[in-house]
């Protein structure tokens, strides 16, 4: 069995590749905390393949991720052909799930979270560099000791932790939802 290390990024390719392509400068840069191990990297595809030739190669990706990121922009709810099949990927082999609001929300935004991700067990933050580090080092353990607890739903951080993490904090965008599990780290 291969060592599950990669982290797997489903996302809008028309209109959320610059914030993508700002996580891999994070991850370039020496002078930030930054890292992951970019599934992307792998199999890279030509532009020409078939659908079936594509979701082969996104399968070969997904099986050696550890978490996978759905970056959650204006209209990735409405994308089907892809985002939506890797998402239920994600969720049919067990992966935790980081759900990454690009308007900065700090919990799920029910407006535009994908239907299918709107009550399984997935961590929604905000788009930002530390928190998405944070999740990245913590919300895997984190979720398969609530899926042994039987535990589903949204979760999320307390606005205390972002305020932490962030020391000019502000909460203008912060709605969460009363039925969501939230969590606070240290």
């Known amino acids: 069995m291969a060592y599950k290390n990669k982290t797997y990024v489903c996302f809008d390719a028309d209109t959320d590749i610059g ?15 930054f890292n992951f ?13 078939s659908e079936e030739t594509i979701k082969r190669k996104l399968r070969e990706r997904m099986v050696n991720s550890k978490v996978a990121i759905v970056l959650i922009g204006n209209h990735t709810k409405d994308l089907f052909k892809f985002v939506r099949w890797e998402i239920e990927l994600a969720l049919e082999m067990g992966i935790p799930i980081i759900a990454v609001n690009l308007n900065k929300m700090k919990s799920i935004d029910r ?31 984190q979720h398969y000791k609530e899926k042994l607890k039987n535990n589903s739903g949204p979760f999320y951080y307390k606005i205390s932790f972002y305020k932490r993490l962030y020391p000019n904090f502000v909460d203008s965008i912060y709605r969460p939802d009363d039925s969501l599990t939230f969590m606070l780290s240290e």
Request: positive net charge; proline residues 3%; charged residues 15%.
């Open 111 to 141: 407006n535009l979270c994908p239907p299918i991700l709107k009550d399984a067990l997935v961590m929604h933050i905000a788009y930002g560099q530390k928190i998405i580090n944070f999740a990245l080092n913590n919300w895997a353990q």
């Open 19 to 33: 914030s993508y392509r700002m996580m891999q400068a994070w991850k370039e840069n020496e002078n930030i905390s």
């Open 37 to 49: 191990h970019n599934a992307h990297e792998l199999n890279n595809l030509r532009q020409n393949s």
